[in-house]
């Protein structure tokens, strides 16, 4: 005997494709859009068809947009001499949740992975290098693990040569955590990365 009906085996089939849901969080959720009103479940597929349909990429830093430039690139505040470096969308969020930075963005959408055999053509390393004329940093914001790293290393040998200066964020003990609890390389890195107070 199957495990779940024919629709219900799809649509868990369906949910257990995305990112994160295993087939247990697949089956809750599939069972939750069978108890809402039809009306809920058509907003839904409607918000997904819709999410599909408008948004694109940015043609100027490849981050996520209605069509055009994105709300960052074509805000004139931003400094567009400060270009932060990111390898997905949602770093740009998680930069912009800080309000620290007032700059602009470029995307990568990937990092370096010889492992998983993408190179510096697969991600938009060109498209970075083509908008750097009258950019004076480039903050480099990739994931402090073994690809991120790598891509930063790769970017600052391209683009140090122009005479543009290339940063790297810190890297170190988050705020609220113990000391005592960091691994080793994150106190060597927050060692490293210190600064004057």
Do not use: W
Not at 4 to 33: D, M, Q, T
Not at 82 to 91: A, I, N, S
């Amino acid at each position: 005997m199957a495990e779940y009906i024919e629709p219900i085996a799809r649509l868990v089939n369906e949910f257990s494709k995305l990112p994160g849901v295993g087939r247990r969080s697949a089956a809750r959720l599939a069972y939750h859009i069978i108890e809402v009103s039809e009306e809920e479940a058509t907003e839904l597929a409607k918000a997904i068809v819709n999410v599909k349909r408008r948004v694109q990429l940015c043609p100027q830093c490849f981050d996520l947009s209605e069509g055009g430039l994105c709300p960052i690139c074509a805000d004139p505040k931003r400094d567009a001499s400060l270009v932060c470096v990111v390898g997905d969308p949602r770093d740009v969020s998680a930069m912009e949740r800080t309000g620290e930075f007032h700059g602009k963005y470029h995307v990568l959408h990937g990092t370096i992975s010889p492992g998983e055999g993408r190179g510096p053509d697969d991600i938009k390393l060109k498209e970075l290098l083509s908008r750097l004329a009258d950019v004076r940093e480039v903050i480099v914001a990739t994931n402090p693990d073994l690809e991120g790293e790598a891509t930063a290393m790769y970017i600052a040998r391209l683009i140090k040569p122009m005479g543009i200066n290339v940063t790297r964020i810190a890297h170190g003990v988050p705020v609220g955590s113990d000391l005592q609890y960091a691994d080793e390389v994150t106190l060597g890195r927050a060692i490293v990365g210190r600064r004057p107070l």
